[in-house]
């Protein structure tokens, strides 16, 4: 009993030196969208990162879970966590796209979104609320394609669930953003999206108000404008931010 | 100790507590009448039914075979079938989409066949029975071995075949131990969530089943996620009741005097 209470305190005080320096410079958490997956940590190694939907992102933060910064693929979440006081002011900091992946050198001979409507295709796509999910329903109806929603054989809770299940090939087709789309390139073809049903895309970044450690997480929302931020993410695929 | 004790009970009961501290009877009640939550409710009991079908008819004579003959490699195979039991979630999910995707082993026997399983109810099925069948097979062995085989060649003598010494004598003996592994994997079954979110995807009213719903709907709506999972855990305490049960319960005298009488 006595040499577990031993080892335990040990265990806390090595985590806590372990913490301890870390606050030198401090380690912030960021939750950022799914689609941010593999650029933010590009832009900063140094960070703590926890990547997913933006909706369960904000749910999270809502339930108190310790965040210093929220980066979103939308600016309704951010605003919506700022509006309860919870977030600082939301910053947009960059663009995207969307394109449907569909298995690599297409097998299916798939000519453009509106073949999609061939039966038996199995077509994948974010749920309502996560903001992929929402997009891909916009881009639908301004192209009368609104049947496809009821037709996704999935509902995934982020972007990247819905790029995987293509890249498995468990789907035929997938509503993804053309970031994400690059990351596997050469593994997906795509079927590219008219630019008059393209819906904007923003993304937007705030600062967690309970943060421990606000300056810095503030810091680290306005970086993302910098220039050094800007072109990595461009170099991601990032859109600038339209005016 | 006494306080090691209550931190540890602590602990363990107030997740629960705090499920039900947060939802009012109430809203439980309206919460789970929204279409989400019964149709959650109805995928997971039919997936977890044909699932467990399954397990009980295959595993039972796996278990048998196993607890019963003796072979090379035998000790291992044992082994081997409570794999599963210890795997992650997320590697099951891994590995029967590496098995039955469509880039998977099988994959292209299933495809040339006309059959795709990734992303439907049968994914569903195939990920509940694989991460559950271990429990009832692990527990079934033992409660095959733990028959007297003196009584299993007894009725040999008295004249009754390997079918009906197996219904007869072996079945009623082990039937405790057979039931209290059916409802452990049932339990399991009933929760199974990261190998089914991976291999079958979530399409609520197909294969959406409790806790992937309680998963998306964490995402937008924290009540409903709180009345499901609510719903979970008294549907979960329930079996573990039954299960308690199972284990309590004696066969009464008269069965045994059945069991032995001469055979006709």
Redesign the interface.
């Known amino acids: 009993?006595r040499a577990l209470a031993a080892t335990f305190a040990v265990a806390v005080a090595v985590a806590f030196a372990g913490n301890a320096q870390a606050t030198k410079a401090p380690r912030l958490t960021v939750f950022a969208a799914a689609s941010l997956t593999n650029v933010f940590p590009q832009i900063d190694p140094h960070e703590r990162y926890s990547f997913g939907?933006s909706?369960?992102l904000t749910?999270q933060i809502?339930?108190g879970l310790p965040a210093d910064v929220f980066a979103s693929a939308n600016t309704g979440l951010p605003w919506q966590l700022h509006r309860k006081g919870l977030v600082t002011r939301p910053v947009v900091f960059t663009s995207n796209r969307l394109v449907v992946v569909i298995a690599h050198g297409n097998p299916l001979h798939l000519a453009g979104v509106p073949t999609l409507e061939k039966p038996g295709l199995?077509i994948?796509m974010a749920?309502a609320?996560?903001p992929v999910g929402d997009y891909t329903r916009k881009v639908l109806a301004r192209m009368g394609l609104s049947d496809l929603v009821d037709k996704?054989?999935?509902?995934?809770?982020d972007v990247r669930e819905v790029l995987s299940?293509v890249v498995?090939?468990?789907?035929d087709a997938g509503f993804v953003y053309a970031t994400d789309a690059k990351t596997v390139a050469g593994k997906v073809s795509l079927l590219g999206i008219p630019e008059s049903a393209q819906p904007q895309v923003l993304y937007a970044a705030a600062a967690v108000k309970s943060s421990r450690h606000l300056q810095a997480a503030k810091a680290w929302v306005k970086q993302l404008l910098s220039k050094r931020a800007q072109k990595k993410l461009r170099a991601a695929g990032f859109l600038r931010i339209p005016r | 100790?006494f306080a090691?004790a209550a931190v540890a009970l602590g602990f363990l009961l107030l997740p629960i507590v705090a499920i039900f501290a947060r939802v009012s009877p109430g809203s439980l009640v309206s919460q789970l009448s929204r279409p989400v939550v019964t149709d959650a409710l109805v995928i997971s009991l039919k997936t977890s039914a044909i699932a467990q079908a399954l397990v009980l008819l295959l595993g039972t004579p796996a278990a048998y075979l196993l607890a019963t003959r003796r072979f090379r490699g035998r000790s291992v195979l044992v082994v081997l079938v409570e794999l599963p039991l210890v795997l992650p979630p997320a590697v099951a999910g891994i590995g029967l989409?590496a098995t039955f995707?469509?880039?998977g082993l099988l994959?292209g026997t299933l495809n040339s066949l006309g059959i795709?399983i990734?992303?439907?109810q049968t994914a569903v099925v195939l990920a509940v029975a694989y991460v559950s069948s271990p429990l009832y097979v692990r527990q079934a062995i033992a409660a095959f071995e733990a028959v007297d085989p003196n009584l299993v060649a007894a009725s040999r003598t008295l004249g009754a075949g390997r079918v009906r010494t197996f219904f007869r004598v072996v079945l009623p003996l082990a039937r405790r131990g057979l039931a209290a592994g059916e409802a452990l994997s049932f339990a399991r079954g009933l929760g199974e969530f990261g190998a089914t979110?991976m291999f079958?995807?979530?399409?609520?009213g197909?294969?959406q089943t409790l806790p992937v719903a309680i998963?998306?709907q964490?995402?937008?709506d924290?009540t409903t996620a709180l009345a499901m999972s609510a719903l979970l855990v008294i549907v979960s305490g329930a079996l573990l009741v039954a299960l308690r049960l199972t284990l309590q319960w004696q066969p009464s005298r008269p069965t045994s005097r059945f069991l032995f009488a001469p055979s006709r």
């Open positions: 009993m939907g909706n369960m749910a809502e339930q199995r994948v749920a609320g996560v996704a054989v999935s509902q995934e809770t299940k498995l090939g468990e789907a | 100790m090691a989409i995707g469509r880039f994959g795709e990734g992303l439907t979110i079958a995807g979530s399409l609520e197909v294969t998963y998306q964490f995402n937008t924290f």
